[in-house]
């Protein structure tokens, strides 16, 4: 008898449940001797749903679990990290396979539980539940020995992606919209690891160690979120005919690894554009094959807890030998060892810029001055309906590096009657 564990009780556990009840003997099927669910862990009685107060498997003692020796499977969904972190850690150390969902805490600790489940002998399973479910794929592993990956540009935040949507269809704040995303529980504990970029980044990290087998810090990526950006950016990308979206890039040249979390403009009519709501994206170019796109679906639990069921079908198959290398713990061997570099510090790309100045043409007509001298600026468009003494102050640059306009825009600011510079938002044209 395969004995499991599940940790958390939220809404993806509770999905998970369901689908684990009615795909019970197809489960059963692949062990010699049948699967069982011994443990439910709990936080507290006041978090429970009432659909599980009833549950016979109910434990709120993680050392019972973990010091089981019949057990021989975990499945953490908890959402606090670092709880999850401790979780994982001791249960891989207790020889125990470890199958979990928590990004965070997979991949700002990503070597320490490699070489944690390597020095215990025993594995940890994630690719399913974290990655989109294509690049966790078989059909994924031989498409990598065939090609190449180059490039992808990704939005892999839908909570992010719902926040920017909402806002530019309804003109709202973004504490507006926030609290709307609290509602529909697509923010579980920290808003700040959503809004700030990092949860992107985190994805990113483990994405690079799926396509170049190397092992990517979330800390080494640079990352910006969207915290400063209004509706009213939104609608001035819009009236330029683009989209603000946040996008996790990562471009391969030789042994570089160029990679970067911000916002971005997107032109409308393409495909990252398109993506909207509480889904992500991912545009991957390989150096053989056709651009592939690919669209997640984050807004039901229900896949989210399909993947993990597939993970456990993984963990199942290893315990049983039916496999020699699980997909989750490919990584133990670190093949390439790339150079991390920022992606937007040497290009040259065109930018969206806000300012919020005093209204004054002849304070517009300096600004123009500091561009327009090198041949710098594409577009400059002005709210004149805006009711305040103050002017919001679009300006489309030209291609430039980031650093060149950084120094411009020193200077503006130190103009008297400029008061900001709200946003620098690099385009993406292509």
Do not use: W
């Not at 997979?106 to 025993?122: C, G, M, P, R, W």
């Not at 594995?123 to 180059?150: K, M, R």
């Not at 510090?345 to 517009?364: A, G, P, T």
């Not at 001298?373 to 919001?392: I, V, W, Y």
């Amino acid at each position: 008898m395969i004995n499991i564990a599940l940790l958390g009780t939220g809404k993806i556990a509770r999905t998970f449940l369901n689908i684990f009840e009615k795909k019970q003997s197809e489960l059963t099927n692949l062990t010699e001797s049948g699967i069982k669910l011994k443990y439910l862990l709990f936080e507290s009685v006041q978090d429970l749903h009432p659909e599980l107060k009833s549950s016979k498997i109910l434990t709120d003692d993680f050392s019972t679990i973990v010091n089981d020796p019949e057990l021989d499977i975990v499945i953490d969904l908890t959402a606090k990290s670092e709880l999850s972190l401790t979780y994982c850690q001791q249960a891989l150390q207790n020889n125990k396979l470890v199958v979990s969902n928590n990004c965070r805490a997979i991949a700002n600790n990503f070597v320490k539980l490699v070489k944690k489940s390597t020095a215990a002998q025993s594995n940890l399973f994630f690719d399913n539940s974290v990655l989109p479910t294509f690049f966790a794929s078989t059909s994924f592993d031989q498409y990598l020995l065939t090609d190449e990956v180059i490039k992808f540009d990704a939005i892999l935040n839908g909570t992010t992606n719902y926040i920017l949507s909402v806002m530019e269809a309804k003109t709202i704040s973004l504490k507006e919209t926030l609290a709307r995303a609290e509602e529909f529980n697509y923010i579980l504990n920290d808003p700040d690891y959503d809004l700030e970029g990092y949860a992107s980044a985190a994805r990113l990290a483990l994405l690079c160690n799926r396509f170049f087998n190397t092992v990517v810090e979330p800390e080494l990526i640079p990352v910006k979120g969207i915290k400063g950006i209004t509706s009213y950016d939104l609608i001035y990308a819009a009236e330029l005919g683009y989209k603000i979206k946040l996008v996790a890039t990562v471009l391969k040249v030789d042994n570089k690894l160029e990679l970067a979390v911000r916002p971005r403009l997107i032109k409308k009519d393409k495909y990252l554009a398109s993506v909207s709501g509480n889904n992500s994206g991912i545009e991957l170019l390989a150096r053989y094959s056709k651009k592939i796109n690919l669209t997640i679906n984050n807004t039901s639990s229900e896949p989210v807890a399909q993947n993990i069921i597939t993970d456990l079908i993984r963990a199942i198959r290893f315990l049983q030998q039916d496999c020699v290398l699980p997909q989750g713990n490919k990584y133990t061997k670190q093949e390439h060892t790339y150079q991390i570099k920022n992606l937007d510090c040497e290009i040259e790309q065109s930018f969206y810029v806000r300012l919020q100045i005093e209204k004054s043409d002849e304070l517009i007509n300096k600004i123009k001055q500091i561009f327009t001298k090198q041949d710098l600026a594409e577009l400059f468009l002005k709210d004149s309906l805006t009711e305040t003494p103050l002017l919001p102050l679009i300006i489309k640059t030209k291609n430039i590096k980031e650093s060149h306009l950084e120094e411009l825009l020193t200077k503006i600011e130190s103009l008297a009657g400029v008061l900001t510079v709200n946003n620098i938002i690099p385009i993406k044209e292509k």
